[in-house]
């Protein structure tokens, strides 16, 4: 679906809620770049980027408890890596629009092998213990696939040195996609793609 093309989405976004990946944290550079642009020039947009608990079933319980009073017809998700595919099971639950930055699409699979303690990126002294039921909680909020490809925003890039862009592109197959031929896992060039992630998310 060709990327310039938003007019369906019949919406304005009145709460947005963004959710890091794996390891990462509110304190992560696309996070903090999107929370400015967000307070910048939508200032009446309500924000919320969470520290996600290392559970996946709580973090998710957590998330939903949070935004238990938002208007599902004006609240849109931005998911990183991990928090990509959190989003993606959000999105099909509330059937809400998403943007999804090279989204893990089997995240139980991907890190059935790093079971045990991490440092978080941001933070040296902040650990994050991936314990083995972890993985069985990733697995069952796994989305086989997307149910309106309309609603859905995802930017990958050929040059994600983490997860396999092909595996990304066909699982979000009909939706908006912006395929970068270079770029990483982390899209360090985010800059250059922001304002179309908001542009897509038609913001109050």
Excluded at 161 to 186: C, F, N, Q, T
Aim: negative net charge.
């Amino acid at each position: 679906m060709p990327i310039d093309d938003f007019t369906c989405l019949e919406m304005t976004t009145s709460h947005l809620l963004y959710l890091h990946g794996f390891l990462s944290s509110p304190a992560s550079t696309k996070a903090r770049k999107t929370a400015a642009a967000v307070a910048q020039c939508h200032p009446n947009v309500v924000w919320l980027c969470p520290m996600l608990a290392a559970s996946p079933r709580q973090a998710m319980d957590e998330v939903l408890h949070a935004i238990a009073e938002w208007p599902r017809e004006s609240m849109a998700i931005i998911g990183s890596s991990l928090g990509g595919f959190y989003a993606n099971w959000l999105a099909e639950r509330l059937a809400c629009p998403a943007v999804l930055l090279n989204p893990a699409v089997r995240p139980a699979r991907d890190l059935a092998a790093h079971v045990g303690e991490h440092t978080l990126w941001h933070d040296s002294d902040a650990h994050f213990v991936l314990e083995p039921r972890f993985i069985d909680e990733m697995k069952a909020l796994e989305v086989p696939h997307i149910s309106q490809p309309e609603r859905y925003l995802a930017i990958i890039a050929k040059g994600d040195e983490v997860l396999d862009w092909r595996e990304m592109h066909s699982h979000y197959a009909g939706a908006h996609i912006k395929l970068l031929p270079g770029s990483d896992h982390g899209l360090s060039d985010y800059d250059q793609h922001l304002d179309e992630v908001l542009g897509f998310l038609q913001l109050a």
